[in-house]
């Protein structure tokens, strides 16, 4: 039996868009990985939080660092919420898959937002991050441990979540010229997250 959306998961998230920002963590539980993002670059260097909700934590984070921000994200809701939040930041309505946004940064985010993807989805995605990036950007994404499927109900809603293999990752982010520089299974400082940071070298 079909539980919920699995495709398109942002259709979720316009429904329950309200209800996740009232209820989400309010501590920057990610701050670490951010910092270590900041430590790579310039105060003018510019960054894609794609997925962003309605911008809190991440992309407030880095707006109260004075890092310029693109918002991104697939759910109307959740775009209508961050531009409310943050007024004078820039927002897109995209989804992620799709992105073709003709410029490059200094690093991408899609913290628990990419495995949101179906698994078919998700490899097509390296591409995109670093058609995206700028030599020597960084990605910073969340995933699961092992290939399968989790279903999780948030907001009276059931929420799709999906995973590749760490050896398909790891393969992945080799065959498009990242190399991980943190990787750290079931961070018990970020709510047990899977986190994987990765910079972009073109040979």
């Given at each position: 039996m079909e539980k919920g959306e699995r495709k398109n998961v942002y259709k979720v998230y316009n429904k329950i868009g309200r209800w996740f920002a009232e209820n989400r963590y309010a501590d920057s539980v990610e701050k670490a990985y951010l910092n270590d993002i900041l430590l790579h670059f310039p105060q003018d260097a510019k960054i894609l939080d794609l997925g962003c909700g309605d911008g809190k934590p991440i992309l407030e984070y880095f707006i109260n660092q004075g890092i310029n921000v693109l918002g991104v994200d697939a759910s109307e809701q959740m775009i209508e919420l961050a531009?409310?939040?943050?007024?004078?930041?820039?927002?897109?309505?995209?989804?992620?898959?799709?992105?073709?946004?003709?410029?490059?940064?200094?690093?991408?985010?899609?913290?628990?937002?990419?495995?949101?993807?179906?698994?078919?989805?998700?490899?097509?995605?390296?591409?995109?991050?670093?058609?995206?990036?700028?030599?020597?950007?960084?990605?910073?994404?969340?995933?699961?441990?092992?290939?399968?499927?989790?279903?999780?109900?948030?907001g009276g809603e059931n929420l799709f979540h999906a995973s590749l293999a760490t050896a398909e990752y790891q393969a992945l982010l080799q065959s498009n010229q990242f190399e991980v520089l943190r990787h750290k299974i079931n961070d018990p400082d970020c709510g047990g997250a899977n986190v994987w940071m990765a910079q972009y070298k073109p040979r």
């Amino acid at each position: 039996m079909e539980k919920g959306e699995r495709k398109n998961v942002y259709k979720v998230y316009n429904k329950i868009g309200r209800w996740f920002a009232e209820n989400r963590y309010a501590d920057s539980v990610e701050k670490a990985y951010l910092n270590d993002i900041l430590l790579h670059f310039p105060q003018d260097a510019k960054i894609l939080d794609l997925g962003c909700g309605d911008g809190k934590p991440i992309l407030e984070y880095f707006i109260n660092q004075g890092i310029n921000v693109l918002g991104v994200d697939a759910s109307e809701q959740m775009i209508e919420l961050a531009k409310i939040n943050f007024p004078s930041t820039r927002f897109m309505l995209k989804d992620m898959r799709e992105l073709d946004l003709g410029e490059k940064f200094n690093a991408i985010i899609a913290w628990h937002s990419f495995f949101h993807l179906p698994a078919d989805d998700q490899p097509n995605m390296f591409d995109i991050f670093k058609r995206h990036l700028k030599p020597s950007g960084i990605l910073l994404f969340t995933s699961g441990t092992e290939r399968g499927e989790v279903w999780g109900m948030n907001g009276g809603e059931n929420l799709f979540h999906a995973s590749l293999a760490t050896a398909e990752y790891q393969a992945l982010l080799q065959s498009n010229q990242f190399e991980v520089l943190r990787h750290k299974i079931n961070d018990p400082d970020c709510g047990g997250a899977n986190v994987w940071m990765a910079q972009y070298k073109p040979r």
